[in-house]
């Protein structure tokens, strides 16, 4: 069965220090895998997929297929960056994500 | 002002007795989602639609039912036979095909069942 693991509940770093939140993830399928972020009083949104290779907000995240690992990184952490962060791994035929239990990110100054 | 909404914001319940979730979107999109969120566990699939008039059980289905009548309304019915229903409730919408994985949130409904 599919399954996301975010081994952290918390993560606190200060600001300028790098970031990296986990992520390992068990599927039989070609995985898609993605990050959504929480910010205070907002909404669970979708921060990047690993198939645009993209930065944003100066986030990165890299599927390793032989580590079956998605980590989320940021050089400098700022104090905006404080959230919370879930992996998460498209199932069921492309229909549905399954959801890691998520990591809270502080930032401390 | 387009998007997804959740109402009521809090609700609160006896034991024992039915209580209906609202989940409205405008975003004309065809699939609709329903998460459970407790601390510590992440966000869990009750149930998702990914078109009118069908619906499939997600991971955590028992206890729960929806309805799926409209392309803009996805009602969760909470059960008494949940057994743990206090928590916090999340529905979603995105499109389907390509960018399912892109889901909408609403702001969330917290159920409190004494």
């Known amino acids: 069965a599919q399954r996301v693991t975010q081994p952290e509940k918390l993560l606190s770093v200060f600001k300028g220090a790098p970031v990296e939140l986990k992520c390992n993830y068990s599927?039989?399928?070609?995985?898609?895998l993605f990050w959504y972020v929480q910010y205070s009083r907002q909404r669970l949104q979708l921060l990047l997929r690993h198939i645009s290779r993209e930065s944003i907000k100066g986030f990165t995240a890299d599927l390793n297929k032989g580590e079956t690992s998605f980590h989320l990184k940021k050089p400098f952490a700022q104090e905006e960056d404080s959230a919370m962060y879930y992996c998460?791994?498209?199932?069921?035929?492309?229909?549905?994500?399954?959801f890691g239990t998520g990591t809270q990110l502080k930032v401390e100054l | 002002d387009g998007g997804i909404t959740q109402s009521p914001k809090y609700l609160f319940r006896k034991e024992g007795q039915n209580v209906t979730l609202s989940c409205e979107q405008n975003?004309?999109?065809?699939?609709m989602y329903w998460y459970r969120q407790d601390p510590g566990q992440g966000l869990r699939l009750i149930y998702y639609?990914?078109?009118?008039?069908?619906?499939q059980k997600g991971d955590i289905a028992e206890g729960y039912s929806v309805s799926r009548e409209k392309k803009e309304s996805f009602p969760l019915t909470v059960t008494s036979a949940q057994k743990n229903p206090t928590a916090f409730y999340l529905c979603?919408?995105?499109?389907?095909?390509?960018?399912?994985?892109?889901?909408?949130f609403g702001p969330g409904t917290r159920l409190t069942v004494t």
């Open positions: 998460a791994l498209l199932t069921g035929g492309g229909n549905k994500l399954t």
């Open positions: 975003l004309n999109h065809d699939a």
């Open positions: 639609s990914q078109i009118v008039n069908d619906f």
């Open positions: 979603a919408s995105s499109t389907t095909g390509a960018a399912s994985y892109e889901q909408y």
């Open positions: 599927y039989s399928g070609s995985p898609e």
